[in-house]
């Protein structure tokens, strides 16, 4: 038994040793010297702060801020510890309804906006922590925020121009906006 015994709990001892602690280092290692801003988060400052970063979402409900995508997750909005959506199809009353009651909080807050509401800005995406919104969902708030800030608007679509993100390699996903480093932006344009 002894002879069984003893090569099995070495191997245990020494998988553990590779496993727990040696590749865990070895990977964190290389993403600090490969990636140092992805593997410390993403994060986004403001006064020498952290405030959140650049790959979750938050909720912003102010008129002078660009307004993230809404998100699903429970039992808070953009919950990093549960991440989902809501799982609704497109015929489902809650959604019907939660898209509707968007649309008038959009139109309640800009009633004189004529242009027409992009869906990012009434959906959430299948993540439900989603940090970017389209070109077009920025496009639409510009001139709420520009008022409710006392800004120009070509100041705020300057704002949103820096900020926008072409597609990765050209090809892949959408032209994007980060709503917190737009944010971010924003404070410091100043202005109300």
Not at 108 to 122: F, R
Request: proline fraction near 8%.
């Amino acid at each position: 038994m002894k002879t069984l015994l003893r090569p099995a709990l070495v191997l245990f001892a020494l998988m553990t040793v590779l496993t727990g602690i040696v590749y865990p280092l070895a990977v964190t290692g290389i993403a600090n010297a490969a990636f140092p801003n992805q593997a410390s988060g993403s994060l986004l400052f403001k006064a020498g702060k952290p405030v959140g970063s650049a790959l979750i979402g938050q909720s912003f409900s102010d008129p002078k801020y660009f307004w993230s995508r809404p998100s699903a997750t429970s039992p808070m909005p953009y919950n990093g510890s549960n991440s989902s959506g809501s799982n609704q199809g497109p015929l489902n009353p809650v959604l019907i309804d939660a898209v509707k009651a968007r649309i008038g909080v959009l139109k309640a807050v800009d009633p004189t906006n004529a242009l027409p509401i992009p869906v990012d800005l009434v959906t959430a995406s299948a993540s439900g922590l989603d940090p970017h919104i389209s070109l077009a969902a920025a496009q639409y708030q510009a001139a709420r925020v520009a008022r409710a800030r006392g800004l120009p608007v070509a100041v705020v679509q300057s704002l949103i121009a820096t900020h926008t993100q072409d597609r990765w390699l050209g090809v892949l996903g959408e032209v994007r906006v980060n709503v917190l480093a737009l944010n971010l932006a924003l404070d410091r344009a100043g202005a109300r």
